[in-house]
């Protein structure tokens, strides 16, 4: 009777972990559940920890669908309260108020999105759901220098590709009207000057904390000064705020708040001359478009006073402005200063080469969106500077693929050998141990066969070997080929399994990409290309398909006009 409960115990909490983590449930967390719970009732650790392991053992055997209905039907309640812990894994907003929080995830749209950004979107976007509040998408493009047009649509898409939905999108360049008002705003009040020093002159003053000439024109010139810039009859001149060229804190030194940019705006193209820095837009953008909780990286906290001294002087709503730690991966740079010139001189393939940490890069390998949502959402939101390694992304990777990959055999550095006495016959192997939805594939097999190398290589005449999920054979000669002759199909223990393909095989690529960069320098060998043949039904699996190929690792399909190529996912 006693048993029984503890199994039964058992059986919920184990369903429960394993659900919670794609179906593999950790039986340490399970234990002490368990222990947690039946404790109370007079149970003791040692009768409860080998039922435990058992039961976990036994859960572990059931797919993912299968343990989700059963938990269902035990204890529902727990399949529920599951879901939400995991969804809202991040610690609670301060002055945060359901249905009130507004989050904003602001792009420039200069390039691909990384994984970088990937973390501020995905963290913008579940606060805002979290809450039932509101996310927008604000493309930051007021340096009309760097914004490019494609990007755009090529930053949605990827947002899109990420699972990540907004309730409203706009341009900050926009609403560049809205911030010349507010810039004459401060111009009245004498809070903001126009500055025509050199910008050596500015920086050098900057850093020994001394004030430029401009710094005492009286408010009425600035006004004329500030038109003058509008209207292009003046040059070389920038609109400062008069913050304090003293303070320790240098980016109040005096920040830019707009400067002149001749060059055409993808948008608005030569409409406007003068735009505003990132310190201006950001803040007055945040505020005036109602964000209620803006997330920016840790490298601006100095930036912060000035932010909130420009929504002080312009008298505008201050939001609850946090930081968290840029998120990057050891060995794979995000920074176009050292991508760029791989591109160009045709080291990395492009921006969704598999080195590298783009999502494009990252879709192309077979890293899945929900694997980098959950890889972004376990690194939090904490403001300590995090270079982790891909192993990481790789591992939340592996268990969300794991259990739905099919299985193919491939053979890299194929050798051929004849069995001798062969059967012919159709056989059927599962597509997967045991996920069974997946069905089976029919290979048909005759004397010859292609299998590694290095398999054969570590054997010697005389040993018997399975060709996996087949037969047995056995090594007659090594000296000029390999002569080998059926051995019956009685699994023998320990006899080694050999991955094989057969005659009627898929001769195909795999690229491997490895670390990127080592020790901040290009690795000349970070693509790896393996040849090798792939058992025959590959060369129906469609582009986008991440498959496992035994003993080598998970690899996505590439299938364009029937040439196959493989992009190695991880192990
Ligand atoms: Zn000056």
């Known amino acids: 009777m006693s048993k029984d409960k503890i199994q039964q115990t058992a059986r919920i909490y184990a369903l429960q972990n394993a ?26 650790p040692k009768e409860i920890i080998p039922i435990v392991n058992s039961v976990i053992v036994d859960v572990n055997k059931i797919v993912l669908d299968k343990q989700k209905a059963e938990l269902q039907k035990l204890a529902p309640e727990l399949l529920k309260k599951e879901k939400k812990e995991r969804d809202f894994s991040l610690p609670k907003l301060p002055d945060a108020e359901k249905g009130k929080v507004v989050t904003r995830f602001p792009p420039e749209p200069n390039g691909y999105l990384h994984i970088g950004h990937a973390k501020a979107a995905i963290v913008d976007y579940e606060y805002a759901r979290r809450y039932d509040g509101k ?75 001394n004030e430029c000439n401009c710094c005492g024109t009286v408010c009425v010139d600035n006004q004329e000064l500030w038109k003058q810039m509008l209207n292009s009859s003046l040059d070389g001149a920038i609109l400062r705020l008069r913050g304090d060229m003293t303070c320790d804190n240098t980016a109040m030194r005096d920040p830019t708040l707009f400067r002149i940019i001749d060059k055409s705006h993808p ?28 997330f920016r990286t840790k490298e601006y906290e100095l930036r912060d006073e000035c932010y909130f001294k420009i929504l002080e002087f312009l008298n505008l709503r201050k939001p609850h402005l946090m930081e968290f730690a840029r998120l990057s991966i050891e060995g794979m740079p995000v920074s176009k200063r050292k991508i760029k010139p791989l591109i160009e001189s045709g080291k990395v393939s492009g921006y969704d080469d598999i080195r590298l940490p783009t999502l494009r890069g990252l879709k ?75 069905g089976d594939r029919s290979i048909k097999t005759d004397k010859i066969f292609y299998v590694q190398k290095s398999d054969i290589d570590k054997l010697k005449v005389g040993d018997i070997f399975r060709l996996k ?19 019956g199909d009685k699994l023998i223990a320990d006899s080694a399994k050999i991955q094989w393909t057969t005659d009627n095989h898929l ?65």
């Open 19 to 44: 659900v919670q983590f794609n179906g593999k449930a950790n039986p340490k967390a399970v234990v002490g559940k368990v222990i947690a719970v039946l404790q109370k009732e007079g149970f003791s």
């Open 135 to 209: 996310f927008i998408l604000r493309f930051d493009d007021t340096n009309p220098e760097n914004a490019q047009l494609e990007f755009y649509e090529a930053q949605k898409k990827d947002l899109k590709w990420l699972g990540i939905e907004w309730d409203e999108e706009y341009r900050t360049s926009d609403n560049l009207e809205k911030h010349y008002k507010l810039a004459e705003r401060l111009i009245k009040q004498n809070n903001a000057y126009v500055c025509q020093c050199s910008p050596d002159d500015i920086k050098h003053g900057r850093f020994h904390g």
């Open 267 to 294: 948008i608005h193209g030569d409409k406007y001359r003068v735009w505003p820095t990132y310190d201006f837009a950001g803040a007055v953008e945040d505020s005036i478009s109602g964000v209620t909780h803006p």
């Open 364 to 438: 192309k390998r077979g890293i899945l969106p929900a694997a980098i949502k959950q890889f972004v959402l376990e690194q939090g939101i904490s403001k300590v500077e995090s270079s982790v390694t891909f192993g990481l992304l790789e591992s939340a990777n592996r268990k969300l693929i794991d259990p739905i990959a099919k299985r193919y055999f491939f053979v890299k550095d194929p050798v051929k050998i004849i069995v001798d006495n062969a059967p012919s016959i159709t056989k059927k192997i599962n597509l997967h141990p045991d996920n069974k939805k997946l």
């Open 469 to 487: 999920d087949l037969y047995n054979v056995k090594i007659n000669d090594k000296k000029k080929e390999i002569s080998t002759e059926f051995a």
């Open 507 to 571: 001769k195909m690529k795999v690229f491997v990409p490895h670390l990127l960069f080592e020790k901040d320098k290009y690795n000349s060998k970070s693509l790896e290309q393996v040849e090798g043949f792939a058992e025959d039904a590959v060369s129906s699996l469609k582009t986008g398909e991440t498959i496992q190929f035994e003993r080598f690792g998970f690899v996505r399909i590439e299938n364009e006009n029937n040439k196959i190529t493989g992009y190695f996912t991880h192990k």
